[in-house]
């Protein structure tokens, strides 16, 4: 079946503009999360999302950085004012559910350039 | 809070060496221990897994055992090919913060060479 989607694949922006993200899961997982690969930081959690809400918002860097999933499926996170220190690649990954026993599959993500 | 650490790479190999990568976790209760696989221009892939304390896990010839007394998931391969070159990352979701985050260390590269 279909895999974790993920649009666009790449971006460039200037400096202050808004972006967003887009993250199709595996249909049927009821579990999303969002996470930030970047040179000086890694891999970091961002957001997680179960169902529509999202129970763990702990990752988002600052109040720049918003998300938010419609009808248990699609998951959207918005970058406003955008700066250098937002280059990175964005990944997302669903579950069937939450907890450690289910495997995330991840999305390819999108790499976000901002000039 | 948890975290996880990994040694720096890149490791570089001949291809049928042997593999170690050491990977050593910080974390209250019982957390789950992961690695992640990235082969160059791909996403992230599970590569094995385990969720308890004496538990191995195994996939494609790589081993790591969970080892509660030394807080460590090393991963091992009797003998690497040149096919598995890629970036390897050590993983868990635990107690604090919840069982569905995973916290990474940050990645060693693996090069095979014939």
């Known amino acids: 079946g279909a895999g974790v989607s993920q649009s666009p694949s790449n971006k460039v922006t200037e400096k202050g503009k808004d972006v967003e993200l887009r993250c199709d899961p595996i249909?049927?997982?009821?579990?999303l999360y969002w996470y930030r690969q970047s040179l000086g930081q890694g891999l970091e959690f961002l957001i997680y999302?179960?169902?529509?809400?999202?129970?763990?918002k702990s990752g988002l860097p600052s109040d720049r950085f918003s998300a938010e999933r419609t009808g248990g499926s699609v998951s959207t996170l918005t970058i406003q004012r955008t700066q250098q220190e937002d280059s990175a690649v964005y990944l997302c990954?669903?579950?069937?559910?939450?907890?450690?026993?289910?495997?995330?599959?991840f999305g390819p993500g999108t790499r976000l350039t901002v000039t | 809070g948890d975290s996880v650490t990994q040694m720096e790479g890149p490791v570089t190999l001949s291809e049928e060496a042997f593999l170690t990568i050491n990977c050593t976790y910080t974390?209250?209760?019982?957390?789950?221990l992961f690695w992640y696989v990235q082969y160059p221009g791909e996403g992230l892939q599970l590569l094995l897994k385990?969720?308890?304390?004496?538990d191995k896990g195994s996939n494609k010839g790589f081993e790591a055992t969970y080892r509660k007394e030394t807080t460590s998931f090393h991963l091992e391969k009797g003998s690497v090919q040149v096919s598995d070159s890629a970036v390897y990352f050590c993983?868990?979701?635990?107690?604090?913060?919840?069982?569905?985050?995973?916290?990474f260390g940050a990645g060693t590269r693996l090069a095979v060479h014939p």
């Open positions: 990954a669903s579950s069937l559910e939450r907890g450690a026993t289910y495997e995330q599959y």
């Open positions: 249909s049927g997982h009821t579990a």
């Open positions: 999302f179960q169902g529509n809400s999202a129970p763990d």
């Open positions: 974390a209250t209760g019982y957390p789950s």
């Open positions: 385990a969720t308890k304390a004496d």
């Open positions: 993983a868990l979701t635990g107690v604090s913060g919840g069982y569905n985050k995973l916290i």
